[in-house]
């Protein structure tokens, strides 16, 4: 048992320690045992669109640029200028075909080398001249961009393991290539970034947290079975990944009917994908997912839209969340419009559900300075099952289980659960297949 | 500038003066709705047809039918909002915020079909755990014009000046 985890296989029981959501101590090696040591979401490829674009970001801590050079190949850089440190890029975002530090004027290519500085002569002919600092790796699958400080961190298609299909179960629903919309949900909480972490694939909290959202769908739809949750399976992807996954039951439980139209292109839609992908893969597509890879990149897709969020710790008590949209620019316009309003329902800072995700999480926070006279958390549902679901609690254990390793080196072994079957372990038909990895 | 040739830098006002202070009493009067938590006699103020708008903060001009908004709520979705406000299941609202509204700046012009077009500023102050949001923007509004200088929201849409909802982490209230 770490000072952090207490991980009681007998009992069983699962518990984290308080003390690891409140102390400036764990939150500074956490910079540099996880986040200086993970593959971190950046971006999404679709972000950029013409040469030359370019996005700020600050990720893990770093402030950085997220760009396409003037050939198109996605490049990201340390937004601080080498000669000093002013900031080349002022802006969010913009499309520039040089980098200009408006301090003393060095400029560089979008490709990240030196093309001009003011008064060059009065540099000596050896004089090493620098271009821009990038992250250690750049990479990215399926259009999504994550980085990596460490010049020595496993690949990124190895560091994905499992996840990868489920990111492949997310790609997958756009002929023309999944795209992340405009506009961004940039919000706050004043909490540890944990604990949005944990709350991103819970699926016990739905029923109190959110009765006001399922009212509304009640409301919308005349019924609703709250079973379909227990539909669903939570799975270990491999180095601290983790999804809750729910069948295509799921789905009756969010957003508003479609109409008969929007109805109607969704099935079409589907159909042509069975044709692609077989119905085995297609099976698995229409029902949900709540996947986060470790250690701070969430992606769900309750069919009717998809959430890109990242989490980015700022202190002990507060994080700062983006949210994108994801969705098939490939559909029509009465079937977006019905996406749109169904994600909004739901999702970000204005919706239904969310604002009440963070005030639950606040008020963790808050009551954390406590943490001397209750000093743990627990995590155990579903420790006892056979088959764990989305609303036990395995897919936090399993993260909790990575950050105790990194943090500690306590190595502890997964759980033993009843293999997975039926819609949870569909592949896509062998010509996709290729089709896929061409 | 040389003596004698100063003009007036007051610029030429580009609204209705009658029909913006008529505006100005609706929306002191919806504010003081809103500061009081009536939210089902604020919600009477939408038609059938009106919708709640809040753009994104990084695409203020965005479009509710291609971008991601804030909010976009329909006449359902703004009454399923306002009935749970006013239950405890909206967690990150019981117990209930204090607000107060500042609106400013109320500027109004007809359309030639009679509806109305308004901007004015806004500041909206959320207390609440003794931590105090402020909310700075401009509302963007379509009103629907009644019998005696009353008026409807066909669009009541509220942008942000935010660059993010940051450190305020959410829209709870109506803004």
């Not at chain 1, 040469?51 to 970001?57: A, E, G, I």
């Not at chain 1, 080349?88 to 003393?104: V, W």
């Not at chain 1, 992340?180 to 909290?205: F, I, M, P, Q």
């Amino acid at each position: 048992m770490s000072e952090y985890v207490d991980d009681d296989r007998e009992m069983p029981r699962f518990r984290v320690s308080r003390k690891a959501m409140v102390d400036p101590g764990v939150f500074a090696r956490e910079r540099e045992q996880i986040f200086d040591h993970s593959w971190l979401y950046i971006g999404h490829e679709t972000e950029l669109r013409k040469p030359n674009d370019f996005r700020t970001r600050t990720v893990g801590g770093r402030p950085l640029i997220f760009a396409r050079d003037a050939k198109g190949q996605i490049r990201v850089w340390v937004n601080s200028c080498p000669h000093r440190g002013a900031m080349l890029c002022r802006e969010p975002q913009g499309n520039a075909r040089f980098l200009t530090c408006f301090y003393h004027g060095w400029s560089f290519s979008s490709a990240g080398d030196l093309v001009s500085m003011p008064d060059d002569a009065s540099y000596g002919e050896n004089f090493a001249r620098p271009g821009l600092a990038a992250p250690a790796k750049v990479d990215s699958y399926r259009g999504f961009v994550f980085i990596s400080f460490d010049p020595g961190i496993t690949g990124l298609r190895s560091y994905l393991a499992g996840a990868a299909e489920y990111i492949d179960l997310v790609a997958d629903q756009s002929e023309v290539g999944m795209q992340v919309l405009d506009g961004t949900h940039e919000y706050s909480a004043r909490t540890n970034w944990k604990l949005l972490v944990e709350n991103s694939y819970d699926g016990y909290h739905a029923a109190s947290t959110h009765q006001r959202y399922f009212q509304m769908v009640m409301a919308a739809r005349g019924q609703l079975d709250p079973r379909a949750l227990l539909d669903s399976r939570a799975i270990d992807l491999g180095n601290g990944h983790a999804v809750a996954a729910g069948a295509a039951s799921t789905s009756s439980l969010f957003g508003r009917p479609l109409s008969e139209a929007g109805l109607a292109e969704r099935t079409a839609r589907f159909e042509r994908m069975r044709r692609t992908y077989g119905d085995a893969w297609v099976d698995r597509i229409e029902g949900a997912r709540n996947l986060v890879i470790f250690p701070n990149f969430v992606l769900i897709d309750l069919v009717m839209g998809v959430v890109i969020r990242r989490i980015e710790p700022v202190s002990p008590g507060y994080l700062e969340v983006s949210g994108w949209h994801l969705a098939p620019p490939d559909e029509g316009e009465e079937l977006h419009r019905q996406r749109l309003d169904n994600f909004l329902t739901f999702w970000g800072p204005g919706g239904l559900a969310t604002p009440d995700d963070v005030e639950a999480l606040e008020t963790c926070q808050r009551s954390y300075a406590a943490a001397s006279e209750l000093p743990w958390s627990d995590i155990s549902r579903g420790m006892n099952k056979p088959a764990p679901s989305a609303s036990d609690e395995l897919q936090m254990r399993i993260w909790w289980r990575r950050w105790n390793e990194l943090m500690t080196g306590e190595k502890s072994p997964p759980e033993d659960h009843a293999p997975l079957g039926g819609v949870f372990v569909g592949k896509r038909a062998s010509e996709a297949d290729q089709h896929a990895t061409t | 500038m040389m003596a004698g040739t100063e003009q007036s830098v007051t610029p030429r006002p580009v609204y209705d003066e009658r029909l913006s202070r008529a505006v100005e009493r609706f929306l002191y009067a919806e504010a003081d709705l809103l500061d009081r938590w009536q939210l089902h006699e604020w919600l009477e103020l939408f038609p059938a047809a009106g919708r709640y708008l809040v753009p994104a903060t990084d695409k203020p001009d965005g479009e509710p039918d291609r971008d991601l908004f804030l909010i976009q709520d329909d006449r359902f979705l703004l009454e399923q909002r306002v009935d749970s406000l006013l239950k405890r299941s909206a967690h990150a609202e019981y117990p209930h915020s204090r607000t107060r509204r500042l609106v400013t700046n109320i500027a109004a012009q007809a359309r030639p079909g009679g509806e109305v077009d308004v901007t004015a500023n806004f500041a909206v102050f959320r207390i609440r755990n003794a931590t105090t949001d402020t909310y700075v923007g401009q509302y963007r509004h379509v009103l629907e014009p009644g019998p005696d200088e009353t008026f409807r929201f066909l669009i009541r849409k509220a942008v942000l000046d935010l660059d993010a909802l940051r450190p305020l982490g959410k829209i709870s209230i109506i803004l």
